[in-house]
């Protein structure tokens, strides 16, 4: 792993507290939800919620396998990584769709996926 592919996660700390306690991940069409933890990328709450999200660089973001589509609450993910920006490029990715490896939760969201 490459330190560019991880947002610097220590951002979302105000005096030693994670702002993004009691966060809620939806995943549309598919009815699960999950609360995000503290630091939490959109992945790692999909995998605790049983909502399939295809992976398989080990979350470094280069395979873009978990591209995802942001229904709402693009605000409330963390920008995205100079990874995630190449990614991005070299498969065209709309505005709004997003590595779920590498955008961390900081509020409430809403995804889904091209294959649910």
Known sequence: MTAESFYRRSEFFVNGRCENRHVL???TPLGTAAEARPNETVLDTARR???PIGNSCGSVGVCGRCRILV???AENLSPPTMIEIRVSAQRGFA???RLACQAVVTGPVEVTTGYW
């Open 25 to 27: 991940v939806k995943f």
């Open 49 to 51: 919620a049983d909502a």
């Open 95 to 97: 505005p709004d769709e």
């Open 71 to 73: 229904l709402a609450g």
